[in-house]
């Protein structure tokens, strides 16, 4: 079955550095798209990142563009987001999203279970 | 503010049929595949509906949506008090680039 472990979470000091993974589980990883997703405390979903199945389209929320990289490695079937010059307002539960086959820079089928990031002095 | 629009909140009785709106524009709804999730408190979201109207197996059938210009509906039929949950639609925007979603639509079940 599909599963998806997100790791890497915790609590930063503002303006550092945090970087996320999900490990892939069940699925060709390396024939998806991916998502990032995040969620702050009692809010809504918001759309953080996507990455083509190949890697070569990348796709940024105004939020965080030119803060956060989305990275793949399929040799370890892995999904990453590197975090920098986190911010109060980047504290949320971040989910990894395995993209739709067919429209897969619109929507998800499957979710992890979410990692907490919490940006704190 | 949200890019699609939905009601904060639906209810009904077991039973009851509900729907939730999503409202767009031309650049989301209009031109792009929609999706529906629901999330029980404290649990990731599900995929509920994906490009507009197709259910995942596991699904019941109770689920159906339609899309209709920008605007979107998730129905909900023979509520169940399970189905209590936060809903979400979403697609992606063509002038954003970029995914967006709806605010979220909380569903109680009376």
């Known amino acids: 079955q599909v599963q998806l472990v997100e790791s890497g979470g915790g609590v930063v000091q503002p303006g550092r550095s945090l970087r996320l993974s999900c490990a892939a589980s069940?699925?060709?990883?390396?024939?998806?798209?991916m998502h990032w997703v995040r969620q702050a405390p009692g809010k809504g979903l918001e759309w953080v990142a996507l990455?083509?199945?190949?890697?070569?389209?990348?796709q940024y929320a105004d939020s965080v563009k030119g803060r956060f990289t989305i990275s793949r490695d399929d040799s370890k079937n892995t999904l990453y987001l590197q975090m920098n010059s986190l911010r109060p307002e980047d504290t949320a539960v971040y989910y990894c999203?395995?993209?739709?086959?067919?429209?897969?820079?619109?929507?998800?089928?499957?979710w992890g279970q979410g990692i907490l990031v919490m940006v704190s002095s | 503010q949200s890019v699609l629009t939905q009601p904060p909140s639906a209810s009904g009785t077991p039973g009851q049929r509900v729907t939730i709106s999503c409202s767009g524009s031309?650049?989301?709804?209009?031109?792009?595949?929609v999706f529906w999730y629901h999330q029980l408190p404290g649990t990731a979201p599900k995929l509920l509906i994906y490009?507009?109207?197709q259910r995942p197996s596991g699904v019941p059938d109770r689920f159906s949506s339609s899309r209709s210009g920008t605007s979107a509906s998730l129905a909900i039929s023979g509520l169940r008090s399970e189905d209590e949950a936060d809903y979400y639609c979403?697609?992606?925007?063509?002038?954003?680039?970029?995914?967006?979603f709806g605010g979220g639509t909380k569903l109680t079940v009376l």
């Open positions: 999203a395995r993209a739709d086959p067919s429209a897969w820079y619109a929507g998800f089928h499957y």
């Open positions: 069940g699925f060709t990883f390396s024939i998806y798209g």
């Open positions: 990455t083509s199945f190949d890697g070569s389209n990348k």
């Open positions: 031309s650049s989301n709804i209009g031109s792009n595949s």
């Open positions: 490009r507009n109207d």
């Open positions: 979403s697609t992606w925007d063509d002038s954003l680039s970029a995914v967006v």
